[in-house]
């Protein structure tokens, strides 16, 4: 068992990082597990959850635990012992829930400055069906408005427009650095900063390969 969160605000790179993680401890039976994307998915299929989710986050609004009702916790279960979560959980009651049923081993605190994070979202396109997102700077798509894999056309989400992301920050601030404070007191937690996803990728799969790979042992005469 080995769960890792990487915990941030919206646009400080959580999926591009938790993508290279998996594919790097992959062999070691990792999966990946966003809560954003479990819920696009209803709201993309138009379920009666999926439009209850989107009223709050057309309002930079996270869903409610009451309307969640542990669906979130029952999908992260099904991603195995070994994940990599992005940006679950994200409130004292998830962390509760987490806790009791799927304790964390890493929490890595990624910090960006507010400037940087507005202008990322500013310039983020994302393909709906499988919540793959591109910044038009940083990591722009092959092709101009086209999913890589499967050229599809890319969309602006509504969240991101610039008053709605504002806001995402504000609800992130209040909330999320609850949880950070809770792990930095079980000295589960690091913080790095977020500008460059390289580098925080680096300095991750360094502490998991500490944690998950056994040292070799030295032959002794």
């Given at each position: 068992?080995?769960?890792?969160?990487?915990?941030?605000?919206?646009?400080?790179?959580?999926?591009?990082?938790?993508?290279?993680?998996?594919?790097?401890?992959?062999?070691?039976?990792?999966?990946?597990?966003?809560?954003?994307?479990?819920?696009?998915?209803?709201?993309?299929?138009?379920?009666?959850?999926?439009?209850?989710a989107q009223?709050?986050?057309?309002?930079?609004?996270?869903?409610?635990?009451?309307?969640?009702?542990?669906?979130?916790?029952?999908?992260?279960?099904?991603?195995?012992?070994?994940?990599?979560?992005?940006?679950?959980?994200?409130?004292?009651?998830?962390?509760?829930?987490?806790?009791?049923?799927?304790?964390?081993?890493?929490?890595?605190?990624?910090?960006?400055?507010?400037?940087?994070?507005?202008?990322?979202?500013?310039?983020?396109?994302?393909?709906?069906?499988?919540?793959?997102?591109?910044?038009?700077?940083?990591?722009?798509?092959?092709?101009?408005?086209?999913?890589?894999?499967?050229?599809?056309?890319?969309?602006?989400?509504?969240?991101?427009?610039?008053?709605?992301?504002?806001?995402?920050?504000?609800?992130?601030?209040?909330?999320?650095?609850?949880?950070?404070?809770?792990?930095?007191?079980?000295?589960?937690?690091?913080?790095?900063?977020?500008?460059?996803?390289?580098?925080?990728?680096?300095?991750?799969?360094?502490?998991?390969?500490?944690d998950l790979?056994?040292?070799?042992?030295?032959?002794?005469?």
């Open positions: 068992m080995y769960r890792v969160l990487l915990s941030g605000a919206a646009g400080s790179g959580k999926g591009t990082i938790a993508r290279m993680l998996v594919r790097e401890f992959e062999p070691l039976g990792f999966n990946y597990f966003a809560a954003g994307d479990f819920i696009r998915d209803h709201i993309a299929r138009g379920t009666e959850f999926g439009l209850r009223s709050f986050l057309n309002k930079g609004e996270h869903v409610p635990d009451s309307i969640l009702n542990g669906a979130i916790l029952a999908e992260m279960l099904k991603a195995g012992p070994r994940v990599v979560l992005d940006g679950y959980p994200r409130n004292m009651s998830q962390l509760k829930m987490v806790e009791e049923q799927a304790p964390l081993n890493l929490i890595v605190e990624l910090k960006v400055p507010r400037k940087v994070l507005i202008d990322r979202l500013s310039k983020q396109l994302v393909h709906p069906a499988s919540g793959r997102a591109y910044n038009l700077e940083v990591n722009p798509p092959k092709e101009e408005g086209k999913d890589d894999f499967t050229g599809e056309p890319l969309f602006k989400r509504s969240t991101d427009q610039l008053e709605v992301a504002r806001r995402r920050l504000e609800v992130y601030d209040k909330t999320e650095n609850k949880v950070l404070d809770y792990y930095k007191k079980q000295n589960k937690c690091i913080t790095l900063s977020g500008e460059s996803s390289k580098a925080v990728f680096e300095s991750v799969a360094e502490v998991m390969r500490r790979i056994p040292a070799p042992r030295t032959a002794y005469a």
